[in-house]
C-alpha cells in the first residue's frame, strides 16, 4: 500500500505521508530492466518522496514489475503512462491502472474534455469500488521535447506557453487533479489555475550539475520558487555512483 492509500477520501493536495526534504522529488527510473529499477528503489527509500516509472518499465515489465518495484521501495508511486485515446479506452485503461494504487498517474491533455472527464470520473469510481485512494490525475500539456516550429509544423499555430495554459485550463475543468509541464511554464499556470492545482515539473537540473542548455532547465529551487508542487528528476540522481546521495543533496537546496 503506498503512503496515500491510507487517504481513501484523498480530497487533499498534499497527498504525501512521507515528510523530509526530498518528499516533492520524484526519481524517474527510466529503464527496461527489473533488478535495475529494484535496486534504484531500495537504494531511494527514504531520500526521495516518490518513484516515477514510465511506458519503457511497464512495457518491458508490466503490471508485475511495476508493483514489485512499489514493494521494493515503499514510496508513493508516479505512474507516467501518458494515456491518449478514445475516452471509452482511456477510461479503461484508467481503471487498470488504478489497481496498481499509483499516487500519480498521467494522460494527455490534448486527449479532449471528454477523454479527461471519463478518465476522471473512473479513477474516483473505480478506486472507491476497490477501496483504495483514487489516483492524482496529471494532464501531460505539451512534450517538453516539443518547440513552436515543431507544433507548427502538427498543424498547432498556437505558441508552447499559450497551448500549456490552455490545456491547464481544459484539464481543470474537466476535473484533472493538475498538469505536468515544463518549469517555463510553472509560474503561469500557478498563477491561473490556483494553489489547489498539483504542477509536476521535469526538465531539473541541480545547480551543481553542468547545465548542457541553460534555457531549458532549472534548477529545483528555482523551480520550487516559480510554483511546482513536485519535481521529476531522474538523470542526476541514477546516473551517480551514490544515488541517495545525490537525491539528498538535491533535496538540501531546496531548504
Ligand atoms: O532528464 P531526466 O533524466 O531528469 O528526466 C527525468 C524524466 O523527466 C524523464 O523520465 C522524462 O519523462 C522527463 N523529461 C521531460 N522533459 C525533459 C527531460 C526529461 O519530460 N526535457
Do not use: W
Amino acid at each position: 500500500m503506498t503512503p496515500a492509500a491510507s487517504d481513501p477520501a484523498g480530497s487533499d493536495k498534499e497527498v504525501m505521508m512521507v515528510s523530509h526534504a526530498g518528499s516533492c522529488l520524484f526519481c524517474a527510473l527510466d529503464t527496461n530492466d527489473l533488478e535495475t529499477a529494484l535496486s534504484f528503489a531500495r537504494q531511494l527509500r527514504g531520500a526521495v518522496g516518490g518513484l516515477k516509472l514510465g511506458l519503457e518499465f511497464f512495457v518491458a515489465n508490466g503490471p508485475e514489475g511495476i508493483r514489485k518495484v512499489t514493494a521494493a521501495g515503499g514510496l508513493p508511486l508516479f505512474l507516467d503512462l501518458k494515456f491518449h485515446d478514445i475516452p471509452n479506452t482511456a477510461a479503461g485503461a484508467v481503471r487498470s491502472a488504478v489497481a496498481l494504487e499509483p499516487t500519480f498517474l498521467t494522460i494527455h491533455t490534448s486527449g479532449g474534455a471528454a477523454m479527461m472527464k471519463a478518465a476522471a470520473e473512473t479513477a474516483h469510481s473505480e478506486a472507491e469500488r476497490l477501496g483504495i485512494a483514487r489516483p492524482r490525475l496529471l494532464g501531460v500539456t505539451v512534450l517538453t521535447s516539443l518547440t513552436d516550429r515543431e507544433l507548427h509544423s502538427v498543424g498547432q499555430e498556437t505558441p508552447v506557453a499559450e497551448q500549456v495554459q490552455r490545456l491547464a485550463a481544459l484539464a481543470q475543468e474537466a476535473g484533472l487533479d493538475g498538469v505536468v509541464c515544463s518549469p517555463h511554464e510553472i509560474a503561469a499556470v500557478r498563477a491561473q489555475s490556483g494553489a489547489d492545482f498539483t504542477i509536476m515539473v521535469p526538465g531539473i537540473r541541480p545547480a551543481t550539475a553542468l547545465l548542457g542548455d541553460q534555457k531549458r532547465v532549472m534548477t529545483p529551487a528555482q523551480a520550487r520558487a516559480a510554483g511546482a508542487d513536485y519535481l521529476v528528476i531522474g538523470r542526476p540522481i541514477t546516473q551517480e555512483k551514490d544515488p541517495a546521495a545525490a537525491a539528498r543533496k538535491i533535496a538540501a537546496e531546496l531548504r
